[in-house]
């Protein structure tokens, strides 16, 4: 069985850091701090929340703040899968938990279309930021051809319920979507029987 204090205490962690209202930037950085700490080691998420599905990637809501101000995603990537290009809307943090994946960073252009600025690969431990009006464009794979990929995902929303959009890069087109969650239903953080740590 795994034990679930890391991610008790970043979700007890992160609803201070929110608490403070901080301003957005001051608040990401915090919150990499956090997360830095949440994935340096992979010990924490239960096997049902790191599921992969072969058709398409999943991602699991790990918690939801009661009033919406953030939520923790596990994102699970079986070989060769990846997003569309597409937004966010609210600020984002990106921790790899276990695997590599790859991130394509995009701006858009005066005609609508989107340009590749750059990848980077993440590995086992990074952290990496996201933020409407900074870089909020981005496309992201597995990065190891046979294995799963597992990262986690912090966002300054109720992010399954966020009304954005994937993009076509070449036209600018866009669909817009709310993705929802892979699963019904969450980890249980509060069984203190269980192995249980003092917060
Ligand atoms: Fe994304």
Request: aromatic share 10%.
């Amino acid at each position: 069985m795994t034990d679930i204090a890391p991610l008790r205490d970043f979700v007890l962690h992160f609803t201070r850091l929110v608490d403070r209202d901080l301003p957005p930037l001051a608040l990401q950085t915090e919150g990499a701090a956090l997360l830095r700490d949440l994935v340096e080691e992979d010990r924490w998420l239960p096997d049902a929340f790191a599921r992969p599905h072969p058709e398409h990637y999943c991602q699991y809501l790990l918690h939801c703040d009661p009033l919406e101000r953030f939520s923790v995603v596990s994102f699970v990537w079986a070989p060769r899968q990846k997003t569309p290009l597409h937004d966010h809307r609210v600020w984002g943090l990106i921790g790899m938990l276990r695997g590599r994946e790859s991130e394509t960073q995009f701006v858009r252009e005066a005609d609508g279309t989107f340009s590749a600025t750059g990848s980077t690969f993440l590995e086992q431990g990074d952290v990496a930021s996201l933020a409407p009006g900074v870089n909020d464009y981005h496309q992201v794979a597995n990065a190891i051809e046979d294995r799963t990929s597992v990262s986690i995902h912090v966002y300054g929303g109720n992010i399954g319920g966020v009304r954005r959009a994937s993009y076509d890069p070449a036209t600018g087109q866009e669909k817009v979507f709310i993705s929802g969650y892979s699963s019904d239903v969450v980890p249980n953080l509060w069984d203190r029987s269980l192995n249980a740590k003092a917060i």
